[in-house]
Nanobody, 115 residues
Framework: QAQLVESGGGLVQPGGSLRLSCAAS????????MGWYRQAPGSQRELVAT???????NYADSVKGRFTISRDNAKNTVDLQMNSLEPEDTAVYYC?????????WGQGTRVTVSS
């Protein structure tokens, strides 16, 4: 079974909100930094937000004030609350886990912001 599984993507109008969730296996979640990345068509994959096991967060400038990353260390999940969505946020969003020098990725969930 997959070690990282994203969900919550979909179609939303500009200005709307969406909440993404990533379910991780305990072995790659516990004690590690988790993150959300995204890749738009024709673009490079870019960092959206990260969160450490202790709850320290980091955001890309483009999403500061609009997106919030959180984690539940009991459920082994990491969420991304996205508000005030813009067409430029359209992308496939990927969950990431940092395990030492290794990086793990989910299959992604598609977010489309369009009127």
């Amino acid at each position: 079974q997959a070690q990282l599984v994203e969900s919550g993507g979909g179609l939303v109008q500009p200005g709307g909100s969406l909440r993404l969730s990533c379910a991780a296996s305990r072995s790659i979640f516990r004690g590690n930094r988790m993150g959300w990345y995204r890749q738009a068509p024709g673009s490079q994959r870019e960092l959206v937000a990260t969160i450490t096991s202790g709850g320290s967060t980091n955001y890309a400038d483009s999403v500061k004030g609009r997106f919030t990353i959180s984690r539940d260390n009991a459920k082994n999940t990491v969420d991304l609350q996205m508000n005030s969505l813009e067409p430029e946020d359209t992308a496939v969003y990927y969950c990431n886990a940092e395990v030492g020098f290794n990086r793990y990725w989910g299959q992604g969930t598609r977010v489309t912001v369009s009127s």
